[in-house]
C-alpha cells in the first residue's frame, strides 16, 4: 500500500496518508479538518541490505569485490 504525501492548502499542515487504493475517500488535514489537499511529490528510499566492502565509486558495485585501489575502480566506465 503507498504512503501519500499531503499538504493542506488551508493550515500548511503537511501529512503523510496510507491509501489502499486510488479510488480511496480523499484525505481531510489532521490538524483542522480541511478537505483541500494538495499530494506532494515524494522521494524513495534505497538502502544497502548488506555492508559490502565495494567502494562508493564502482559502476558494478559489489561486484568488483571491493578490490579498488586509492578508489580508482578498474570495472567503473569512467
Given amino acids: 500500500m503507498p504512503i501519500f504525501e499531503f499538504k ?7 501529512m503523510e496518508v ?5 479510488r480511496a475517500e480523499p484525505p ?17 528510499a534505497v538502502g544497502k541490505t548488506s555492508a559490502s566492502p565495494a567502494c562508493d565509486s564502482c559502476f558494478d558495485g559489489p561486484a568488483c569485490g571491493g578490490g579498488c585501489p586509492g578508489g580508482t575502480c578498474p570495472m567503473s566506465m569512467d
Fill in 28 to 44: 481531510v488535514c489532521a490538524k483542522c479538518g480541511g478537505s483541500d489537499l494538495k499530494k506532494l511529490l515524494s522521494g524513495f
Fill in 8 to 14: 493542506c492548502t488551508k493550515c500548511g499542515h503537511v
Fill in 18 to 22: 496510507l491509501q489502499k487504493s486510488l
